[in-house]
């Protein structure tokens, strides 16, 4: 599975941006997705993951009520809306995909990775 996330950019605070991943190959409705970010100088995190029917969502506290996760697994795409973002949302984000489907918080479930979008927000 090959990922391509694409979307990002830069935006105001209390802006909006949609990051979209596209992924290759026949097997992308079996995977769960994921969203991860990291921000210079520290640690990736984990942002948020939907299974692989869509039908289940994940989120981390810093983006919950905020991000919303999907996807549109007749296009081979999982979205990321980001919405009233802040400066501290700024960071390199990737997506990831889990052949075990249901989705993870972990990033060692992940066996693919997105090469990265950024995002930033000024203030």
């Known amino acids: 599975v090959q990922l391509q996330a694409s979307g990002g950019g830069l935006v105001q605070a209390g802006g909006s941006l949609r990051l979209s991943c596209a992924a290759s190959?026949?097997?992308?409705?079996?995977?769960?997705m994921g969203w991860f970010r990291q921000a210079p100088g520290k640690e990736r995190e984990w942002v948020a993951a939907i299974n692989w029917s869509g039908g289940a969502t994940y989120y981390a506290d810093s983006v919950k009520g905020r991000f919303t996760i999907s996807r549109d697994n007749a296009k081979n795409t999982v979205y990321l809306q980001m919405n009233s973002l802040k400066p501290e949302d700024t960071a390199v984000y990737f997506c990831?995909?889990?052949?075990?489907?249901?989705?993870?918080?972990?990033?060692?479930?992940?066996?693919?990775w997105g090469q990265g979008t950024q995002v930033t927000v000024s203030s």
């Open positions: 190959g026949r097997t992308f409705s079996t995977y769960a």
């Open positions: 990831a995909a889990d052949p075990k489907g249901w989705g993870s918080n972990w990033s060692g479930s992940y066996d693919y």
